[in-house]
């Protein structure tokens, strides 16, 4: 079992820059991939990065590539997304996930353990 925490959400202008942490407690952590999704209001999550157990592979949605960079670290305990450039269109509570296999899925249904998420607003 693992428990997930989110924070590092808020209010941005367009152009700025916000760094998302997730925070993990219980077992197994260090052997699973990592993901983070999006929900805009009245859109499905979706997928925007994932980074394998050992965070030698990572990878993005396409539209965000570039932009976003997501690492781990697992000594600490923690995954972590580095969003630059942001946009409105990225508004969106942001989930951080787990999915129990070594690498990292792209879709909702393969992640067995999720945070509560955290808001974030890029104002125009």
């Known amino acids: 079992q693992v428990q997930l925490v989110e924070s590092g959400g808020g209010l941005v202008q367009a152009g700025g820059s916000l760094r998302l942490s997730c925070a993990a407690s219980g077992r197994g952590f260090n052997l699973y991939g990592m993901g983070w999704f999006r929900q805009a209001p009245g859109k499905e999550r979706e997928f925007v990065a994932g980074?394998?157990?050992?965070?030698?592979?990572?990878h993005y949605a396409d539209s965000l590539k570039g932009r976003f960079t997501i690492s781990r670290d697992n000594i600490g305990n923690t995954v972590s997304l580095q969003m630059n450039s942001l946009k409105p269109d990225d508004t969106a509570v942001y989930y951080c996930?787990?999915?129990?296999?070594?690498?990292?899925?792209?879709?909702?249904?393969?992640?067995?353990?999720w945070g509560q998420g955290t808001q974030v607003t890029v104002s125009s």
């Open positions: 996930a787990a999915d129990t296999a070594p690498l990292a899925g792209w879709s909702v249904g393969e992640y067995e353990y």
């Open positions: 980074i394998s157990w050992n965070g030698d592979h990572t």
